[in-house]
């Protein structure tokens, strides 16, 4: 018997069809646009010498615009530029001058279209950063962009424009808040991955959202710290503090022991409110698991409850219940005492928004699936830059709470005895 072996296409190498996959994707506009951008670029670039000069190449200056001006000066060649942008890589010619100062020296022209020592478009650092924050490492970035950018684009001239991104976050870290209405505070803090010492590290970033008198939520800071201590908290609320940050009205927190302290030591009397779903994860591990659904149950009915009162009375009620059932999980809440409940002394329209710090969660989990692509961050900075360029890039936004409207009212008029 002849045994037939039959081999299916896709085991082909890759490249062996890859590398042919653009081929015919030729595009007569593109093509035309790309051809005439060394000439527009040059045109532009000597019509801003020409201005400077006050004269046209080969030409002469009035004597009345020379005067007027106060330029002196005299073009002396010209020099070969590369400049790589949306249209992709191209030489050009930059002309020359010279031009002569008010002491009697002269200094060289530059031209204010293209800075110095630039090789990149604003717009093409534009992409390469954009490409970076959508959640592709640098290698990755250089691939998906080597179409538009014919090749031009290495992994380290996308680290070199990560890296101008800097001075915008350092001037962001040092901005003053006076100027903020922030009347309420989100904190949480994640852990993520970052090389230290040639070493994969866990670090955490502690962040804190405020929300505006008008709802609207803003990231206030990010800072990674090696954990979530009180000390390291204490460090990132007196950094606001000193930066002008006003008291807040209403802080919710996830419970951590150590952001607690830091609170309780620089706002002691400002109410805060637990998370009821890092609370919710908390009486689950509480309890084997044939349990949770029960658990989940009786927790939803007591937190979604419409009223203050209802809330109250089906809080004794979980408790009474589940210190005969299972004692752990009762054990639990009572741990957590009046700040599970902290939401309920505001208006109930309120009540969605500030039972959680989903605000943060959410930032958490976006960060996370943009940086899963590449496992360890080179540092902790780098880290929290990223989650803070999510923000300000506009690929993140954050939209304003629920029950805006009414967060002039703090608390309601009568506030209800939750105690169990």
Not at 257 to 267: F, S
Not at 333 to 339: I, K, Q, T
């Amino acid at each position: 018997m002849t045994n037939v072996t039959m081999k299916s296409d896709s085991l082909e190498p890759a490249t062996d069809t890859a590398a042919h996959f653009f081929d015919h994707w030729f595009d007569p506009i593109e093509s035309g646009v790309r051809e005439r951008v060394r000439e527009f670029i040059e045109a532009l670039i000597c019509g801003e010498l020409d201005a400077a000069l006050a004269r046209p190449r080969y030409g002469r200056a009035k004597s009345d615009d020379a005067c007027s001006a106060g330029i002196v000066g005299h073009r002396h060649g010209s020099r070969t530029r590369s400049l790589t942008g949306s249209f992709g890589k191209t030489e050009i010619t930059v002309p020359r001058a010279r031009l002569q100062t008010s002491d009697g020296r002269t200094t060289e022209w530059h031209s204010k279209a293209l800075r110095a020592y630039q090789r990149r478009t604003l717009t093409a650092d534009a992409l390469i950063a954009g490409a970076y924050l959508a959640g592709t490492n640098t290698r990755r970035v250089r691939r998906a962009l080597a179409a538009l950018f014919r090749g031009a684009v290495s992994k380290d001239i996308v680290s070199r424009v990560w890296r101008k991104i800097k001075s915008d976050w350092d001037a962001w870290n040092a901005r003053a808040l006076t100027a903020e209405p922030i009347v309420r505070l989100i904190l949480d803090g994640t852990v993520v991955r970052v090389r230290l010492d040639r070493k994969a590290t866990a670090v955490s970033l502690l962040v804190v959202i405020g929300v505006r008198e008008d709802g609207q939520k803003v990231l206030l800071a990010v800072k990674h710290m090696g954990g979530e201590s009180a000390e390291a908290w204490r460090s990132v609320l007196d950094d606001l503090i000193e930066r002008g940050l006003r008291r807040p009205t209403f802080l919710i927190v996830d419970g951590a022991p150590g952001l607690e302290k830091a609170i309780a030591a620089v706002w002691d009397g400002v109410p805060v409110q637990r998370c009821t779903v890092h609370k919710h994860r908390n009486l689950l591990a509480h309890a084997p698991e044939r349990l949770h659904e029960e658990i989940g149950a009786d927790y939803t009915d007591m937190i979604y409850a419409t009223t203050p009162e209802d809330i109250a009375a089906r809080r004794k009620a979980f408790i009474r219940k589940w210190r005969l059932k299972h004692r752990p999980v009762a054990d639990s809440l009572e741990e957590a005492g009046d700040r599970l409940f902290s939401f309920a002394q505001l208006p109930p329209s309120q009540w969605r928004s500030a039972r959680t710090t989903n605000a943060i969660e959410r930032l958490h989990e976006e960060f996370k699936r943009r940086i899963k692509t590449q496992t360890v961050l080179p540092s902790a900075e780098t880290a929290a830059m990223l989650f803070w360029a999510l923000l300000a890039s506009g690929q993140i936004n954050m939209r304003k709470v629920d029950g805006w409207q009414t967060l002039a009212t703090r608390t309601i008029d009568q506030p209800i005895d939750l105690a169990a």
